[in-house]
């Protein structure tokens, strides 16, 4: 099924970014290795949408308000988005939370299968981050050696996939 995405402003996030809306639009990614927490509150409309690269901030030491970069990393960007959400007077009850990414799209040797990749290490790191806050995650599509175009419409939390071919 195809979203009808006439008139909405698309709103692609880089690695290490993030987008944060009251207001209907689309937001879009491309990940590999990378991770997108989307985050998205029905109650009052708000979503966010982030692109992560690495597991965790080691600059901060653990104090992610101080982190310059705090999108680059997993850690510190779910407790932005959190802290950004309670903010708006969500409850993190209310928030409802998806994650994306986390392919292994480099190839490895039988060897090197058994190293926790960049990718495995992101996931386990947001599963980890959540639990700690116990917020479920509602959905997701993490792992595997295929990269993913995500489009996140931010009036309604839904969120589009389309698989890369794995040129490998």
Same mark, same amino acid.
């Given at each position: 099924?195809?979203?009808?995405?006439?008139?909405?402003?698309?709103?692609?996030i880089h690695p290490g970014e993030a987008c944060f809306s009251s207001k209907? =639009?689309?937001?879009?990614?491309?990940?590999?290795?990378?991770?997108? =927490?989307?985050?998205?509150?029905?109650? @009052?409309?708000?979503?966010?949408?982030?692109?992560?690269?690495?597991?965790?901030?080691?600059?901060?030491n653990l104090n992610c308000d101080k982190c310059n970069e705090r999108f680059r990393y997993v850690d510190c960007? =779910?407790?932005?988005? =959190?802290?950004?959400?309670?903010?708006?007077? @969500?409850?993190?009850?209310d928030i409802e939370v998806k994650i994306f990414g986390g392919a292994d799209v480099l190839k490895t040797t039988s060897n090197e299968k058994? @190293?926790?990749?960049?990718?495995?290490?992101n996931i386990e790191m947001a599963i980890n981050t959540f639990a700690k806050f116990n917020m479920p995650i509602a959905t997701s599509d993490v792992g595997g050696t295929n990269g993913?175009? @995500?489009?996140?419409?931010?009036?309604?939390?839904e969120v589009y996939l389309n698989r890369l071919k794995n040129n490998g």
């Open positions: 099924m195809k979203p009808n995405l006439d008139g909405l402003q698309n709103v692609y209907p =639009i689309i937001v879009s990614t491309v990940l590999g290795s990378c991770l997108s =927490i989307v985050m998205f509150s029905k109650k @009052i409309k708000y979503a966010g949408f982030s692109h992560c690269m690495l597991p965790n901030c080691r600059e901060c960007t =779910i407790e932005f988005m =959190i802290k950004k959400f309670q903010k708006m007077q @969500i409850q993190t009850k058994r @190293i926790s990749t960049v990718g495995r290490q993913r175009k @995500i489009f996140f419409l931010t009036e309604n939390g």
